[in-house]
């Protein structure tokens, strides 16, 4: 019988061991920005050392050139856990949210439980997911059948609180094009069709519709063409807009309801709309068993865990989507003070700063130990799966009838 706790004191030491190594990868992360798909450096690197450690690394999965998966085996067949990474930077920011911890967290907990694997049953794979900021390099492993073989997965993302099961918001991003007809502003007015119009009479109809959404949709855009010079009728001019809900359902109404209102703007003026969006985020459902397993490994090395509130203010993530066919969790390390939010430039210095590093620390031994529990005690294995298919698979019953 394998003596868990045993494994996870080795685990530990193993990552106290590394601890410079491991700061070293973070920091290089931290200082060769990519975004999104363009992540070369960062996911070689990881690559790298995974391979370095003795895991079989396949670069390039699912049709993406960043991602990758590196895969160990235990001492005989047992579960397959995922460990992932994000390493993409936001344009200009950096590394502003912090994925070098994200990246490195899942090296660090991997090559830990790397070296106590010949003593366990099962798999522990990372999967390197691309592009989270924009793109949704989950959404295209996850709709792509790279989750398939997987029981669990997680990661842990950094912030001002620790929290192990804060959920989040699903999310689409619209792209409006309009297209009118350009003349001269004063001498020809009526004989053109003002595209930026129809883009303003978008925001306005958007704005009449807030009154009526629920409290937790989220809509929110900008306008990123609206014409060239004052004197010429706009004949193009186009917008994004994010839209958000608790739910992807709901969401997904929203969405809609924010297209009408667009076509309302292109009849009013006379011009024609194309529209099109980016493959949606799910709102991220946490595995409860799993969370608390997590949240116990780290009250047992220090790290104080709180509560997520019930009024939590939350982003988007394309874990949500991972989080919809594998039971997963997406723990947050406390890394900067409360109130900071992430994509600012205070939370990019904080992702080096020595509580960074500590926070890199905490979230690989988190997740090293988790993994432990994971792989060496089916009875918790099998309680995680339970409350997946009980909670996650009975509700998309619900939402595929409801919605499609
Ligand atoms: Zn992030």
């Known amino acids: 019988m394998t003596n868990v706790s045993d494994l996870k004191q080795r685990t530990i030491a193993t990552i106290d061991a590394r601890r410079d190594n491991l700061i070293h990868f973070s920091t290089t992360l931290h200082a060769n920005p990519e975004s999104a798909f363009q992540e070369f450096k960062s996911s070689a690197l990881l690559c790298d050392a995974l391979e370095g450690a003795g895991f079989q690394v396949t670069r390039g999965i699912g049709g993406l050139e960043t991602a990758f998966r590196a895969e160990a085996h235990g ?27 994200i990246g490195t967290a899942a090296l660090g907990a991997a090559i830990a439980v790397k070296s106590v694997l010949d003593q366990l049953p099962g798999r522990v794979v990372v999967i390197g997911t691309p592009a989270e900021e924009g793109g949704g390099g989950k959404v295209v492993l996850v709709e792509r059948g790279l989750f398939n073989d997987v029981d669990a997965a997680m990661l842990v993302h950094p912030s001002g609180r620790t929290m192990v099961a804060r959920g989040s918001l699903a999310s689409t991003r619209l792209f409006l094009e309009f297209s009118g007809k350009a003349s001269h502003a004063a001498a020809a007015p009526e004989e053109g069709i003002n595209a930026l119009d129809a ?39 186009a917008a994004q807009f994010s839209v958000r809900a608790a739910k992807n ?44 397993a997590f949240a116990a ?23 949500g989507n ?3 066919i594998v039971p997963a969790i997406h723990p947050y390390i406390h890394i900067v003070k409360e109130g900071v939010g992430g994509h600012t430039i205070e939370f990019r210095e904080a992702s080096i700063s020595p509580r960074g590093h500590q926070g890199l620390i905490s979230a690989a031994k988190g997740m090293a130990m988790t993994t432990i529990d994971l792989l060496g005690n089916p009875e918790l294995m099998a309680r995680v799966k339970n409350e997946f298919v009980e909670t996650v698979q009975k509700q998309q019953v619900e939402r595929l009838g409801r919605f499609e």
């Open 297 to 319: 490994n780290w009250e047992a090395i220090g790290v104080r865990v709180h509560e997520a509130r019930l009024d939590e203010r939350m982003g988007s993530t394309d874990m």
């Open 199 to 237: 883009v303003i009479l978008t925001f306005n109809n958007v704005n009449a519709l807030r009154l009526h959404l629920k409290p937790d949709a989220r809509v929110h855009g900008i306008i990123t063409h609206g014409g060239t010079a004052a004197n010429i009728i706009p004949d193009y001019a």
């Open 75 to 101: 001492d005989h067949a047992g579960a397959t856990i995922a460990l992932l990474a994000e390493y993409d930077a936001l344009p200009e920011l950096g590394h502003a949210c912090g994925h070098n911890i």
């Open 249 to 292: 359902g709901y969401a997904q109404q929203v969405l809609r309801r924010v297209v009408q209102c667009a076509e309302a703007g292109a009849a009013a003026t006379g011009a024609t709309l194309k529209y099109s969006t980016r493959p949606s985020y799910a709102e991220l459902i946490p595995n409860l068993t799993l969370a608390q």
């Open 322 to 324: 991972v989080s919809h």
